[in-house]
């Protein structure tokens, strides 16, 4: 039996999957088990969805130290070129740029470990830092499109006559565009332009436009099964008793419902940077995202692709690296799904 | 039943409007946007400029502007800034390539989506399910352009058994036309044979619980009518209408990342392109092009919905 996710209090006790090989008396501690903690369990149990969220958790650990690595093994930067350098490798020397503009591949040793770009540059070490831009821009476009699609979600479903109409016409209207149009749109206006919010000004070259406009292009897809989850939950007796005793529309959103949907939220975060990831590449391919020379796995592989066949591991290495980072997420939130919420249904579009 | 049908296209047409609209201002917001840059060149003297801007019209208020294009849009005399090529005539021109990959990737992953659907429900737990779940994750967790570039380079530079790109019109030459799709229909079936294996195999094995499915079984008919008749008629409808959406999306151009990576010189490439170098016009058409295609299907879809369920038709 699934878990009931607008179950209203955390503190009552859930009954357990038939499979759950756990001790009564473990479960029946003080007062029972939470969801959460329920949850958690359940995840525990499944050693897949671990493993894969380590390898993603290894990986976002290898690309935060990016900077150790080009300083300490491979002496140099992510932009640094190298064209005319030579180097020896296990006592042979060769061009880290053939004079046909043939770049060297992988050597496996400290320098140009996955061997150099046309610019003669340190794959290795533009891999590493352009996990980090492409991670970071995953991570900052999810916290923007969860915040605006929670509170999106939150209002509508709450208040909503009026101001759910508008807003839903609102998500309906961006939703109506492919994602991967607007996105290059958006990108391609504003790495030209910037962003002026006024009090602050955002340059093109910026990580946060592609963070900011990933962000946002994703929002109508979590506010839609959301606002259907606030829309229920606003007429159960719990919210009645909470206004009975005095409690404001604020509160009541943030305080009283806000709880209930937090599973729903929770089962998006990894999805959603998995494909925030994804969707940063596709722009970066299409040159409206990450501007170079701030390399990112996108617009590595899309320099790469320009150079099939002659030096593949071009693709192959950014593109290897982006597919192991997007399996990890994409496996590990499946799990954190089954353990949360057997029942929903969470698509993201591409 | 008639009174849902205006209200839904009603709503249509405002939805296109409002995207018309959100377009044009996203082009004209950008500072170096400037279109006459676009027609004069860029080294073009202020004097032509001004010229330019007054003979198109850029000096006028900006919803008088809006108003002009989308004239001309219903024209059919809208052109491109850079090479003032009648954008409709390019849309036609680009229209076969889209639509042959469209169709043949729209059967190869409704397809397949299917048979990996029914396949991981039967066998749900066991191996093969286990493993063609691993199968859609790592197809969901692939970039586009990066399997499109994996074919590319196996198919064509390694084996050289298919052309590196590009179009072919099926009228010319039907073998070659084939040969050149057949890479692209399968790298965009990827993802969405993924999607809609999951999607399906979750909704089978809901069916399978319903009581109608142990009434069938308790009059004693065989698995397999169970499955077809009983379950796979319902677990199918959800899929078939992200089918509807998915296809509308790809025919306006969605497979822009497809498109470019072949070569296949599609509608979505051609959206790229202007985009890529400001042209509003062509942007403007193909935006509106896609979003009517998905609006009007997910009209359709919801009218089949209310048509099979009356209690949409009351709330809606």
Not at chain 1, 96 to 101: D, I, M, Y
């Given at each position: 039996m699934a878990v009931d996710p607008t179950a209203p209090s955390p503190g009552v006790p859930v009954a357990l999957e038939p499979e759950a090989p756990l001790g009564v008396g473990e479960i029946q501690g003080e007062g029972g088990v939470g969801p959460y903690k329920l949850a958690l369990r359940r995840l525990r149990r499944n050693k897949t969805a671990l493993a894969f969220g380590a390898m993603f958790l290894v990986i976002v650990i290898m690309c935060l130290c990016a900077p150790l690595y080009a300083e300490?093994?491979?002496?140099?930067?992510?932009?640094?070129?190298?064209?005319t350098d030579k180097i020896t490798v296990r006592g042979e020397e060769r061009d880290?740029?053939?004079?046909?503009?043939v770049p060297t591949g992988p050597t496996w040793t400290g320098k140009f470990f996955f061997g150099a770009d046309t610019n003669g540059r340190d794959v290795a070490v533009r891999l590493l830092y352009g996990g980090r831009n492409s991670l970071e821009i995953g991570f900052v476009a999810t916290a923007i499109t969860v915040i605006l699609a929670t509170i999106v979600a939150l209002i509508s479903g709450y208040y909503r006559g009026f101001v759910d109409g508008a807003l839903s016409r609102f998500m309906d209207l961006i939703w109506a565009f492919p994602v991967v149009i607007l996105g290059v749109a958006l990108g391609t206006a504003l790495a030209l332009g910037g962003l002026d919010f006024g009090l602050f000004t955002v340059n093109g070259n910026s990580l946060l436009v592609p963070a900011l406009i990933i962000g946002v292009v994703y929002v109508p897809y979590m506010s839609k099964p959301l606002r259907g989850q606030v829309l229920g939950l606003r007429e159960k007796e719990f919210v009645e008793a909470s206004r009975a005793q005095g409690a404001g529309n604020l509160r009541i959103m943030f305080r009283e419902i806000l709880p209930n949907v937090a599973s729903s939220i929770i089962v998006f975060i990894p999805l959603m940077i998995a494909n925030a990831i994804l969707l940063e590449a596709a722009l970066s391919y299409l040159g409206a995202g990450v501007q170079p020379p701030n390399p990112s796995w996108g617009t590595m592989i899309g320099d790469g692709i320009r150079l099939i066949p002659s030096a593949m591991h071009l693709t192959l290495i950014p593109g290897g690296m982006l597919v192991l980072a997007v399996l990890g997420i994409n496996v590990f939130g499946d799990g954190v799904r089954d353990a949360l919420d057997p029942r929903a249904e969470v698509r993201i579009e591409h | 039943m008639a009174r849902f049908i205006v209200r839904r296209l009603i709503a249509m047409v405002a939805v296109l409007f409002a995207i018309s609209v959100l377009t044009f201002l996203i082009f004209q917001a950008i500072p170096n946007g400037d279109p006459t840059v676009r027609l004069g060149g860029r080294n073009s003297t202020p004097q032509t400029r001004e010229a330019i801007a007054k003979d198109w019209g850029f000096d006028k208020p900006i919803w008088q502007q809006y108003g002009i294009t989308m004239g001309k849009i219903f024209d059919g005399t809208v052109v491109s800034y850079q090479q003032q090529i009648n954008v409709e005539d390019e849309i036609k021109r680009d229209l076969p390539a889209t639509l042959s990959l469209a169709i043949g990737a729209g059967i190869i992953w409704l397809g397949f989506g299917i048979l990996f659907g029914v396949i991981s429900a039967v066998k749900a737990g066991k191996f093969t399910d286990t493993s063609l779940t691993v199968l859609s994750l790592i197809g969901v967790s692939t970039p586009v352009f990066l399997l499109g570039a994996l074919v590319l380079w196996l198919f064509a530079y390694k084996l050289t058994i298919l052309p590196a790109g590009g179009y072919v019109p099926l009228t010319e030459d039907p073998w070659g036309w084939f040969t050149h799709l057949i890479g692209p229909w399968f790298v965009l079936s990827v993802l969405f044979i993924g999607f809609y294996s999951r999607v399906l195999r979750g909704n089978i094995l809901d069916t399978i619980n319903e009581d109608y499915v142990r009434t069938a079984r308790a009059k004693g008919l065989s698995e397999r009518r169970i499955l077809i008749h009983h379950v796979l008629r319902n677990s199918l409808i959800p899929v078939v209408s992200l089918w509807g959406l998915d296809f509308a999306a790809v025919i306006g151009g969605g497979a822009i990342l497809t498109e470019s990576v072949f070569n296949l010189q599609g509608v979505g490439q051609y959206a790229a392109d202007s985009i890529q170098q400001l042209d509003v016009p062509p942007v403007l058409v193909i935006t509106m092009f896609t979003a009517f295609f998905v609006v009007l299907l997910s009209a359709v879809v919801d009218v089949i919905y209310a048509f099979l369920d009356p209690r949409i038709r009351l709330s809606g």
């Open positions: 300490h093994i491979a002496h140099t930067t992510p932009s640094a070129n190298h064209i880290v740029v053939s004079p046909e503009g | -």
